[in-house]
């Protein structure tokens, strides 16, 4: 099993600038959870999605945050226009039917914005 | 509101040093307590579900143990590769299934 899969690594972009986050969740989970990690705030939960469709989305920080799931194996977290407080590790979690609350996470997308 | 504080922020143990680290929580009615480590540069990685109290995990040297107003994580006799970071998570029962995170304690054990 190759686990969740996320990409960039890393990026590092000016202010203004448009960043967008892949993820790939483990094949056969059904829910998706976007993270934000800083040392300021801990680990934040952004939005989850259930069988593709958002079902929260309340800890998205503002409107220049989106994020969409066309299918069971593909997500993006998009941030439009970029700022250095957003600065953080991003993080991708899958979590199962059977096992809703244990959740699987990515590496994570460390994002710097200068 | 839901609350979960861990303690201590940060704990450095020799080797062998066997220790306990906390994480107590505040929610309407539990559904699930949940433990995950987190080594640097990397996504936190599940460790336990505890889901009533008096329920008791094990995994090698570690062991989570969970009462109504908290769960401790005992480390038996520590070794260098347990240094981490320890996150505690918990799920409310009426809610959501999504588990609301502690800031996490940092490990460091020394050889």
């Known amino acids: 099993d190759a686990g969740v899969i996320q990409s960039p690594r890393h990026e590092v972009t000016e202010m203004g600038q448009e960043v967008t986050l892949r993820c790939k969740p483990i094949?056969?989970?059904?829910?998706l959870f976007w993270y934000r990690q800083t040392m300021m705030r801990g680990l934040e939960l952004l939005i989850y999605?259930?069988?593709?469709?958002?079902?929260?989305d309340s800890g998205m920080p503002e409107d220049r945050f989106s994020a969409k799931m066309p299918n069971a194996s593909f997500s993006t977290l998009k941030i439009q226009p970029s700022e250095p407080r957003d600065s953080a590790v991003y993080f991708c979690?899958?979590?199962?039917?059977?096992?809703?609350?244990?959740?699987?996470f990515g590496p994570g997308t460390r994002l710097l914005v200068l | 509101e839901d609350q979960v504080t861990q303690s201590p922020e940060a704990l450095r143990l020799q080797e062998g040093e066997s220790s306990s680290l906390n994480c107590s929580y505040t929610?309407?009615?539990?559904?699930?307590l949940f433990w995950y480590r987190q080594d640097p540069g990397k996504g936190p990685e599940f460790l336990f579900t505890?889901?009533?109290a008096g329920e008791e995990k094990e995994k090698e040297r570690l062991k989570a143990t969970l009462t109504k107003k908290e769960s401790f994580l005992h480390i038996t006799a520590p070794k260098p590769e347990d240094s981490a970071t320890y996150l505690c998570?918990?799920?409310?029962?009426?809610?959501?299934?999504?588990?609301?995170f502690g800031r996490g304690t940092s490990l460091i054990v020394h050889p």
């Open positions: 979690a899958s979590s199962s039917r059977r096992a809703r609350e244990t959740q699987y």
């Open positions: 094949s056969g989970h059904n829910s």
């Open positions: 999605f259930n069988n593709n469709v958002p079902i929260d």
């Open positions: 929610v309407s009615g539990l559904r699930g």
């Open positions: 505890l889901y009533s």
């Open positions: 998570a918990v799920s409310t029962s009426g809610g959501s299934y999504i588990p609301t």
